[in-house]
């Protein structure tokens, strides 16, 4: 992993953590010297720096580690993940603009994409299945569609995006190809496979303390820059930027998040496996009638399975609480509530939930039914007794 190379930052007085700059603002020695820095002559590179809405020290220690991570020349990190995909798609399309983009998406961004960017900026976009490459090629519009937007594995459906084949397509039609890897850090590496840009929130995986509201942007140098333009930077001037107290606190998670994200996996892998034995109707990409199974497999980095997130479709939204009830309330097997990543496992319903934001068709188009629980498998405690848990609150319903 590039992480094992990655230059290592000291704090102030030798301290083996880094420092936090929690400065808002930065002096200079010489009057010149800010002139230079406004004009861009002295970078946060060379280290000067102008104002923490532009560069911080301590945000851009923590988006370098992520840069590494992902791969990417550069990255800046975001108050939010859905900081980082706003910025960018301001970024990348002017009014008028047009993207296409997966029909299965988090709510959040579907709805930003279907309601917000529309009304507010007069950029449209057509929804894609993006499984059907013919339909993705159509939804094109050679010289109006600028970014092709996708979720490496789908929320909550656990589709899983073709990305060297989706990237091809955009590409030849001079597309960037703007792909969300909440669900997938480590597991898979979006610009190895094509991707332009690669955004996170954060306050998942990467965070895993269900305690930090966080996003990522990482890209080209060139990307990172003009995020940050003085004149048209997205990041800039809307300032959706994050805090260097929060970076410092992410920066000391990424070394585990290997470690985290292999049991996960390993854990979601088994429990889907035993799931099925049982005769749930369970979604998970590790099992072999997955319609994704192959591709996730030829796409994905040795050693990290395949993925942290199960979904078990119970029918109806009533069988799905009622479940949910008891692993919670009776056997402690998981917590009601949205988010994922967390240790311990994190169940809601998706479709009264964090897929709300979409109505009936569009649900339907997802693959969202009413009884689809997304779980997010948790490591606390061991996996035997977490599975009876499981087995126990199944019985009572
Ligand atoms: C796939 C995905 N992308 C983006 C977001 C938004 O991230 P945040 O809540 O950090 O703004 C979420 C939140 O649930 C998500 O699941």
């Not at 420092?19 to 002295?42: C, D, H, N, Q, Y």
Request: proline share 3%; charged share 20%.
């Amino acid at each position: 992993m590039a992480l094992a190379t990655a230059r290592h930052e000291f704090g102030e007085h030798g301290g083996i953590n880094m420092s936090i700059e929690a400065s808002a603002t930065f002096t200079v020695m010489e009057p010149l010297t800010m002139r230079k820095m406004f004009t861009g002559e002295l970078a946060p590179d060379q280290g000067f720096f102008i104002y923490s809405r532009h560069f911080n020290p301590t945000v851009l220690n923590l988006s370098r580690q992520i840069a590494t991570l992902e791969g990417t020349e550069a990255a800046y990190c975001t108050a939010s993940g859905m900081a980082a995909i706003s910025t960018v798609l301001m970024q990348l399309c002017s009014s008028g603009g047009h993207v296409v983009a997966s029909c299965c998406l988090y709510g959040g961004t579907h709805a930003l994409l279907n309601h917000f960017l529309p009304r507010v900026c007069n950029i449209t976009t057509t929804f894609v299945d993006v499984r059907d490459h013919e339909m993705v090629k159509d939804a094109i519009v050679e010289g109006k569609t600028t970014v092709l937007y996708l979720e490496s594995m789908s929320n909550p459906t656990l589709i899983v995006a073709d990305l060297p084949e989706l990237c091809r397509i955009a590409h030849d039609k001079g597309v960037k190809v703007v792909v969300d890897n909440t669900f997938t850090p480590m597991l898979l590496s979006p610009v190895s496979l094509g991707a332009d840009i690669v955004v996170h929130s954060l306050t998942k995986y990467i965070s895993g303390g269900a305690d930090v509201i966080a996003g990522a942007i990482c890209g080209s140098a060139s990307l990172v820059n003009s995020l940050m333009d003085l004149h048209q930077g997205a990041l800039m001037l809307l300032g959706p930027t994050m805090n260097a107290k929060v970076a410092f606190e992410l920066s000391e998670r990424i070394p585990h998040l290997s470690l985290r994200m292999k049991e996960h996996c390993r854990r979601a892998m088994v429990y889907a496996t035993r799931m099925k034995k049982l005769g749930l109707k369970v979604i998970y990409p590790g099992l072999e009638e997955h319609p994704d199974h192959t591709l996730l497999k030829s796409m994905a980095n040795e050693n990290y399975g395949f993925g942290g997130i199960l979904c078990l479709d119970m029918e109806t939204e009533e069988k799905a609480n009622q479940l949910m009830s008891q692993l919670q309330n009776c056997t402690r097997f998981g917590i009601m509530a949205v988010s994922l990543g967390y240790h311990e496992t994190l169940m809601s319903c998706s479709g009264s939930s964090t897929s709300s934001e979409m109505n009936a068709e569009e649900k339907k188009m997802a693959g969202i039914s009413p009884g689809l629980i997304r779980m997010s498998i948790g490591y606390s405690g061991t996996l035997e007794q977490k599975w009876i848990q499981f087995e126990k609150a199944l019985a009572r319903v």
